[in-house]
């Protein structure tokens, strides 16, 4: 039987890596770019807001003629027009002259700042109206300038940052009706297994339900990208083989599930070998997820992610995550990765290193982390309540209580610029 040799967990990253590729930019309509990234950097082609502007309800005046207003010694102004927001005066506001003036509504010419509605004492005598101030206005005083918020050609927002509600803001302030985006990466999704039964299938003694397929189509959706769904396949080379190459002349990369490992019905890397794809890695020095395989034909990269869900999970999350990140042009195309304080022992000896599936918390100031569910690979429901792997890294004696650990954050989306790296020195290959 062959016996497989394993790599590094960096090394595994990096060989992926080299076949990385960058997406091209489509335009898309503003209502649909939600968490899409963008295609080119958003640079400011107009002031923000592009007219100075009163940020309070009040009368816009010239703060020279304030200069006497006291308690005892009110000044009286005259109102000569009243505007709201969208709204410009024709009038320039003179000597003792007041413009009524609402939130957001264009400064007078004239005026060089604003009184609150609420400081003023308003008179009407016949048709004539008045207001009375009693405490000088400095010059710009509830004044919002023109450019205080963006300056025309501020680079705001580097290409291939993921767009947020804030950054669609900006995008409909710039008058983006369409957007630039990067085209998302199409993955192909192959479930294999004889045992698996579709999602409306009832239980039979010996099979199960596909989880895996939908697992990592929410992980491709997560991490950015497209997924194209074909059949769950059983363990059978012919069929599995035209899937495959059905799915690469469609996909820009290929996620098989299952059948990787070195029993009599793992046909994966038989295919491979029929395909005439070259595998980058069979073995990896980790747990769970070390028969996860990488292979690589032409451009295209084949992913075959463990059959076990919790390998599984982890082997896209390390492996296929990156890639469709940096796809999107992100410069932190790696899971984000933060220390966090165990809030348990975690007295297990470790010869390799483990991507435990845990919860990170904040406690106060600091973030802490514990494991969630049971650590096996062919465990399902622990990943329905982990956010993050901590990492425990090959070689150590279990950790403590208080011990700070490595986490790796499934959900942030500021994401690292290299992966989590192994210091080899006491862990196994
Ligand atoms: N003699 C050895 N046996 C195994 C080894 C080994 O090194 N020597 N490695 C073990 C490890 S570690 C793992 S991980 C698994 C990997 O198995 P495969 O990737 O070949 O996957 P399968 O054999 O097809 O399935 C494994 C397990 O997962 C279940 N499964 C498969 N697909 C799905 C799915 N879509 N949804 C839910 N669950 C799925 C399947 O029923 C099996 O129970 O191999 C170990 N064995
Ligand atoms: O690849 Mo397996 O998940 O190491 O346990
Ligand atoms: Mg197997």
Redesign the pocket.
């Known amino acids: 039987m062959e016996r497989?040799r394993p790599i590094w967990v960096k090394d595994a990253i990096e060989k992926v890596m080299e076949w990385k590729r960058l997406g091209s930019v489509e335009w898309i309509s503003i209502n649909e770019c939600d968490n899409r990234f963008l295609g080119e950097p958003l640079i400011s082609d107009h002031d923000v807001p592009h007219f100075d502007r009163s940020p309070y309800d009040g009368f816009a005046i010239r703060s020279e003629d304030t200069l006497n207003a006291t308690s005892e010694n009110p000044v009286c102004f005259e109102v000569i027009d009243e505007i709201g927001a969208g709204q410009v005066s024709p009038l320039k506001v003179s000597q003792f002259q007041a413009i009524r003036i609402m939130t957001g509504a264009a400064l007078p010419q004239g005026a060089d700042c604003v009184i609150m509605l609420e400081l003023v004492k308003e008179e009407q005598q016949e048709n004539k109206k008045t207001i009375m101030i009693k405490r000088k206005v400095k010059t710009g005083e509830n004044v919002s300038f023109k450019g205080e918020d963006v300056k025309k050609g501020d680079r705001l927002i580097p290409k291939g940052t993921i767009i947020t509600p804030g950054v669609k803001a900006l995008l409909a302030t710039f008058g983006y009706s369409r957007v630039p985006v990067i085209k998302k990466p199409i993955i192909g999704v192959i479930?294999?297994?004889s045992?698996?039964l579709d999602v409306d299938e009832p239980l039979e003694h010996g099979k199960?339900?596909?989880?895996?397929?939908y697992m990592i189509e929410s992980q491709i959706v997560r991490a950015g990208a497209e997924v194209r769904k074909y059949e769950?396949r059983a363990?059978e080379i012919k069929s599995l083989c035209t899937a495959i190459e059905t799915a690469l002349s469609e996909c820009d990369y290929i996620i098989t599930?299952?059948?990787?490992?070195?029993?009599d019905?793992?046909y994966?890397p038989e295919i491979y070998k029929r395909l005439g794809a070259n595998v980058l890695f069979n073995k990896i020095a980790m747990?769970?997820?070390?028969?996860t395989t990488v292979a690589n034909l032409n451009d295209k990269l084949l992913f075959?992610?463990?059959?076990?869900?919790s390998?599984?999970y982890v082997g896209f999350e390390l492996y296929v995550r990156p890639i469709i990140r940096f796809w999107l042009h992100s410069e932190k195309p790696y899971l984000t990765k933060a220390k966090a304080t165990l809030r348990t022992d975690f007295p297990k000896p470790n010869p390799f290193n483990r991507f435990v599936r845990s919860r990170v918390t904040f406690d106060m100031d600091k973030l802490v982390v514990e494991p969630v569910g049971l650590d096996k690979?062919?465990v399902?429901s622990s990943i329905a309540w982990a956010n993050c792997l901590m990492v425990i890294p090959g070689g150590t004696r279990g950790y403590k209580v208080g011990d700070a650990v490595d986490v790796l954050l499934f959900e942030d989306q500021t994401g690292s610029d290299e992966p989590w790296i192994e210091i080899h020195k006491s862990s196994k290959l």
């Open positions: 497989r479930a294999t297994g045992e698996l199960i339900r596909n989880s895996n397929g769950n363990d599930t299952g059948g990787v490992s070195v029993g019905y793992d994966l747990r769970p997820g070390s028969v075959g992610l463990s059959g076990n869900p390998a599984c690979s062919n399902v």
